[in-house]
């Protein structure tokens, strides 16, 4: 932290210090007792804050140097001095009432005082340009009665000075100029940036819910699919030590069984029916 510099607490003291001036005049300041004060709300007139001076001096550093207070020396019961613990404007405006009576006649002087300085500066001006074209002439005639060898020397001296006056008298402009269209021509379009940072690929793919038209075909590609295994025990092979496979199907949902896979085969050989349609009966 560099030595002498103007910390946050400092700079929001200072900042209260500045809107308590623009207060003066139109917020109402009444003493209510000894050492106690109240203010009114800048935004909600039927309020009233109380001030109150609790010390006389104090040697901290978060002081207001036009005020000459610090921190420690009043109390507001606005929220502003409540939460952030800092000399609010009510405190400020007070100390400007109370104690700097003349501050508006201060003001003033100050502005007639900053009036006349500039009218001594332009005054000024106007006195140099006639200093300048007096000497002018003066030279004119010096150098008609003159034929002395240093006559060179003179003129490098003007040419500096009219390379001063070519310098100072050429102003910069206000604001740059501006290029303007007219509103019937064609807008070009800007040339786009692109990144050269290469993306990175997402490896996570979403998935997302199917249409009802790709339901519909899934389900027909479904329906041309015959499996060639048992709706019992799952499997191609019926486990018998033959080499024919016999299968049967059922007359209700026709699912394809291997006889030696469902008991119900072999009672009702004609009409035969799964153990899976007979537990829906």
């Known amino acids: 932290m560099e030595k002498n510099k103007n910390t946050h607490r400092l700079c929001e003291i200072r900042r209260r210090h ?11 300041v009444k003493p209510f007792d000894k050492n106690i004060w109240t203010v009114q709300s800048e935004h909600f007139p039927c309020t009233m804050y109380k001030i109150t001076k609790v010390a006389e001096n104090c040697d901290c550093q978060l002081v207001c140097s036009k ?15 409540s939460i952030h613990a800092t000399i609010c404007k009510h405190v ?3 100390i400007q009432v109370t104690f700097n009576p003349q501050i508006e006649s201060e003001n003033r002087m100050e502005a007639t005082d900053f009036s006349q300085a500039f009218f001594e500066s332009r005054h000024g001006k106007h006195t140099a340009k006639t200093n300048v074209l007096t000497s002018i002439d003066e030279l004119k005639l010096l150098v008609e009665n003159s034929s002395s060898t240093n006559l060179a020397t003179v003129h490098q001296h003007i ?13 910069l402009p206000l604001s ?11 807008n070009e379009t800007q040339r786009g940036f692109f990144s050269t940072k290469k993306k990175r ?28 295994i048992c709706g019992v025990c799952l499997k191609q092979d019926d486990g018998s030590m033959s080499q024919d496979i016999y299968w049967v199907q059922c007359n209700s949902c026709n699912l394809w069984v291997h006889q030696n896979c469902d008991d119900l085969f072999k009672s009702n050989k004609t009409m035969y029916i799964c153990k899976f349609c007979k537990a829906k009966q």
Not at 18 to 28: D, F, N, P, R, Y
Not at 159 to 171: T, Y
Request: charged letters at 20%; proline letters at 5%; hydrophobic letters at 35%.
């Open 18 to 28: 500045a809107k308590c001036l623009t207060l003066v005049g139109k917020v109402e």
């Open 159 to 171: 040419k500096n000075a009219i390379a001063i006056l070519n310098v100072s008298s050429k102003e």
């Open 92 to 94: 400020h405006l007070v």
């Open 176 to 186: 740059m100029p501006v290029k303007r269209k007219c509103s019937t021509a064609v």
């Open 201 to 228: 690929e997402c490896k996570t793919q979403t998935v997302s819910k199917p249409t009802p038209t790709q339901i519909f075909y899934e389900h027909s590609k479904l329906k041309n699919v015959h499996p060639e």
């Open 67 to 81: 005020c000459n207070i610090c921190v420690h020396m009043f109390t507001c019961t606005c929220m502003d001095a």
